[in-house]
């Protein structure tokens, strides 16, 4: 007689309040493959953990979104915020997509200009500029957006001594009714230091304000927020088509839309509660084209920095489970071979896991941890999955963003990341670290080279 | 037996009549007794000991669906299910946490499941949300408390400074306290944002009496019913335990002003405040029918019956006339179940 | 030591409450505490074995060759599933 399937015996005590097992299977559901690739094969070929990106949700959710913004508005321009993921390959798809690129580093810029993007295609945005870095922008005619006064006064002294002219941006910072109010970065529409700013960029020969730049928060649930922000950037370039008869060229909402994510200490779903593509678009390109700024001549361009929202679903991390335990109070924990050390988004969000492979019905509660020796390592505080065993393998879902650029080299390595083609082609595009990863940056001082100190 | 009567299946959620008790029983009541409609429910819960489960001279067939926080998805996996083995024409979902996620879904159960609902839809539903309901209320033209939104402690100060005492602190989904000095509601600050974190909502105070209205709407104007009731006895959680309905031709004219303005499609429930100058505030508006619906059927105006028919398709006639000074008085009673149910509905999820 | 280690260290075979009503879908009910649990094919079996009176190496031994599973997952399986029992108060403390 053939044995049967094993699954490991299992206890629930039936309490009540603790709602009901019926109609969670999605969160049981086996996620087998990415873009009809096998994930055991990619774990078998890539190792475990493994980064896995899909070219096909990247192009296919970067045109919906240029969709929902071109059928609303003439003059839309994509830049890609490379601090979101500035992995060579993932910024050459948006490149291919007629993207440019937004930056806030010189590491960043010169990862920009190394993929082909023409100076004058780069938004260079943050406030650590160095007076180096803002002459190698000023050279390549890139877009400066400035961030605090001093960075005027640098820039002009650089202008003054290049010989050269400057296209600049203001980044401006508003009360838009959403919390909490980024008012570090640039300057504030409210108390007036935006229009202090404003004259004081006007007062310089060789800057040519041509933009407006706002950036209003990060994973934004209300749409109506870029209405007010809109609205606001719309006010000020009119103020400066009256007071000095210059028209700015281009209104830059920045990003901040929300990916399907969800919050911790959300009640509901993050994909339930999210605003679209298309909700944001509107916000955004209805405010414009109905203010009298737009009606008065030329409308200006829209520029747009979305990162999250572009690339979150394009990601998968895939890992094993390492071990199972009991903790003292009885819970379950499940310890992964990935933790927050690839995971910095599980700080903020609870990621969706589904199991690799088929399982029964029952579930159970459980702490998700990494493999860290850090107490700090938790990836999910409170996660319902399948009766999991030593070596099953999941897939961590809407890891694009950030994870990519965030993550650390602390205990672990780094892993492989690869990108599943739209041909269903596996290609390997950063290679994972080893020791001598690491070893090739350290210098030991002579007296402590091995067999040069005292002898042992 | 032909009554004459036109049958249907009607699934519906809350069938919690607990001391908090969910609308579910009472609306559930209500279509049994309809004279238009012949009705087999199918109740939906959350929890294995939801008493409706139990009834089963009111509740046909029961099933477990999954809580609001596992998401649409895994709510219209179930509902799918469900549909599957029921004919389902119309769904009444009667819980505040879930309404955000049925309206969600509501045309995709209409397309592919042909379950029709009569539901708000998200714009309206968020509009009269307690954060916006002063903005809400000036624009239907009822008064509404004003009210802030703050995050933050000092937020809270400024805001402190623009009132006058009493104030009421509010929490984001429940709870409020009356504060009569700024050491009070800088402590309930504290308590509500620790239990229901933030924003905490800061209102004016208005000192009356409170009176209550449920409403059903037809989407294009039209208000289809309205009973107001005063309660009369208020249980240790804030639940009516007796309500009687009484005679406001203001109250009403007001309620139907509002949902006639709004356009407001499906159930509500309007909790006003008579102020001592014999005015009347919307404290909140609940887009749901209340607990004490069946009161309004008691009174001669079926609202749950009605809000089938217009999801079927019907143009119910405007209810206007009800029966004023009937009460309603809540009581409890053991159910007594064997074991055996309760592991069916535990196990299968279905009952 | 306290009464749930001793039952999971205990050599002696350890006895489930006998009034415990397991059905077919693997519910499990506690007349003594009133508490119901949910279990699923494999904690059933064993659950079954307790309640013949089986040693720990019997249950075990008896898995083995019922379902495809190794020895080392078996038994920590077992011990896990044990533990539990035990905190939940479904071992008999008076049995052995």
């Not at chain 1, 240029?66 to 508005?73: I, W």
């Not at chain 1, 159970?364 to 409170?382: A, F, K, Q, S, T």
Request: proline share 5%; charged share 20%; glycine share 8%.
């Amino acid at each position: 007689m053939p044995l049967k399937t094993y699954e490991r015996p299992y206890l629930r005590k039936l309490n009540a309040g603790l709602g009901n097992k019926f109609g969670t299977r999605n969160s049981q559901v086996p996620v087998t493959e990415i873009d009809g690739v096998p994930v055991a094969k990619l774990m078998e070929e890539y190792g475990s953990p493994c980064f896995v990106l899909s070219e096909q949700t990247i192009r296919q959710t970067y045109r919906n979104a240029v969709r929902a913004f071109s059928t609303r508005y003439p003059k839309v321009q994509m830049a890609w915020s490379y601090k979101t993921n500035y992995l060579n390959a993932v910024c050459r798809i948006f490149h291919d997509e007629g993207s440019w690129a937004e930056v806030v580093s010189i590491f960043e810029y010169r990862k920009a200009l190394a993929n082909g993007v023409p100076g004058t295609q780069i938004l260079f945005n943050g406030p650590d500029k160095s007076e180096d870095d803002l002459r190698t922008a000023v050279q390549h005619g890139s877009l400066i957006h400035i961030d605090h006064l001093d960075e005027v006064y640098l820039l002009s002294e650089i202008l003054a001594s290049e010989g050269l002219k400057a296209r600049v941006a203001l980044r401006i910072n508003m009360d838009t009714g959403v919390y909490p109010l980024w008012d570090r970065f640039g300057f504030n529409y409210e108390n007036g230091s935006a229009w202090t700013a404003v004259t004081k960029v006007m007062a310089q020969p060789r800057m040519e304000l041509v933009g407006l730049h706002c950036h209003i928060g990060t994973y934004m649930l209300s749409a109506q927020a870029y209405a007010v922000a809109s609205h606001k950037l719309c006010d000020l370039a009119d103020e400066i088509r009256k007071q000095y008869q210059r028209r700015i060229e281009y209104l830059d909402l920045g990003g901040g839309f929300a990916s399907g994510n969800t919050l911790k200490g959300s009640y509901l779903q993050g994909s339930d509660v999210i605003p679209t593509m298309d909700d944001y678009a509107e916000a955004i390109t209805s405010t414009i084209l109905q203010h009298p700024f737009a009606m008065s001549g030329e409308i200006p361009t829209l520029y747009l920095e979305s990162g999250r929202a572009l690339i979150d679903d394009a990601g998968y991390l895939l890992g094993s489970v390492l071990a199972l335990k009991r903790l003292g109070d009885g819970r379950r924990a499940t310890i992964m071979d990935f933790g927050v050390n690839l995971l910095f988004t599980s700080f903020w969000y609870e990621h969706r896991i589904s199991p690799a492979q088929e399982y029964s019905s029952h579930h159970e509660d459980m702490v998700l941890y990494g493999p860290l020796c850090m107490n700090i390592d938790v990836v999910r505080e409170n996660v319902s999955l399948p009766l999991l065993k030593r070596g099953d393998r999941v897939v961590v879902h809407r890891v694009g963003a950030y994870n990519m650029t965030q993550w650390m080299q602390f205990i672990q390595m780094r892993p492989n990341v690869v990108l599943i083609d739209r041909q269903g082609q596996v290609h390997l595009i950063r290679r994972r670290e080893t020791v001598d990863t690491l070893n090739e940056m350290e210098l030991t001082p002579l007296h402590l080279e091995l067999g040069q100190g005292k002898p042992a | 037996m032909s009554s004459g009567r036109t049958p249907c299946t009607v699934a519906v959620s809350g069938l919690n009549n607990i001391d908090s008790p969910g609308p579910g029983m009472p609306v559930i009541r209500a279509l049994r007794e309809s004279s238009n409609l012949e009705v087999r429910i199918v109740g939906l819960s959350y929890d294995s000991l939801e008493p409706g489960l139990y009834m089963h001279d009111l509740v046909d067939k029961s099933y477990q669906i999954p809580l609001p926080s596992a998401g649409t998805e895994a709510l219209l996996e179930r509902l799918k299910y469900i549909q599957s083995i029921e004919q389902i024409d119309v769904l009444i979902p009667n819980f505040d946490a879930e309404l955000h996620n049925f309206i969600r879904i509501a045309p995709l159960l209409r397309d592919s499941l042909r379950i029709k609902t009569f539901l708000p839809d998200l714009a309206d539903f968020d509009a009269r949300h307690k954060a916006v309901l002063f903005e809400y209320g000036q624009q239907h033209g009822v008064l509404v408390p004003k009210s802030h939104t703050v995050f933050t402690l000092m937020e809270f100060h400024r805001a402190l400074e623009a009132n006058t005492y009493p104030v009421v602190v509010k929490g984001k989904y429940y709870d409020a306290q009356i504060a009569y000095s700024a050491d009070e509601a800088v402590s309930a600050f504290y308590k509500i944002s620790a239990k229901w974190g933030l924003p905490v909502l800061l209102q004016e105070h208005v000192r009356g009496t409170e009176v209550n209205v449920t409403v059903l709407g037809d989407g294009t104007g039209s208000c289809i019913g309205a009973v107001p009731m005063r309660k009369l006895y208020i249980t240790d959680k804030g639940k009516a335990w007796a309500g009687v309905s009484i005679e406001d031709e203001a109250l009403m004219q007001l309620s139907r002003t509002l949902i006639e303005s709004a356009r407001w499609k499906g159930p509500c429930e309007l909790e006003f405040m008579r102020s001592e100058e014999g005015e009347y505030y919307l404290m909140e508006m609940n887009p749901r029918f209340p607990a004490w619906v069946y009161l309004a059927c008691g009174c001669g105006q079926n609202h749950p019956e009605a809000l089938v028919q217009m999801a079927m398709g019907y143009h119910p006639e405007p209810m206007t006339r009800y029966r004023v000074g009937h009460m309603f008085i809540r009581y409890s009673q053991d159910l007594i179940v064997p074991m055996e149910e309760f592991e069916k509905i535990s196990t299968l999820g279905e009952l | 030591m306290p009464e749930v280690l001793s039952a999971l260290f205990a050599m002696n075979p350890m006895k489930i409450s006998q009034n415990i009503a397991i059905s077919e879908n693997g519910f499990l009910f506690n007349p003594a505490t009133g508490d119901s649990f949910s279990t699923n094919a494999c904690g059933k079996e064993i659950i079954r074995l307790l309640q013949e009176g089986q040693s720990q190496a019997q249950i075990l031994e008896a898995l083995q060759r019922e379902f495809e599973v190794d020895q080392a997952s078996l038994e920590k399986d077992l011990a896990d599933f044990l533990y539990m029992l035990g905190n939940y108060r479904l071992l008999d403390a008076n049995a052995q």
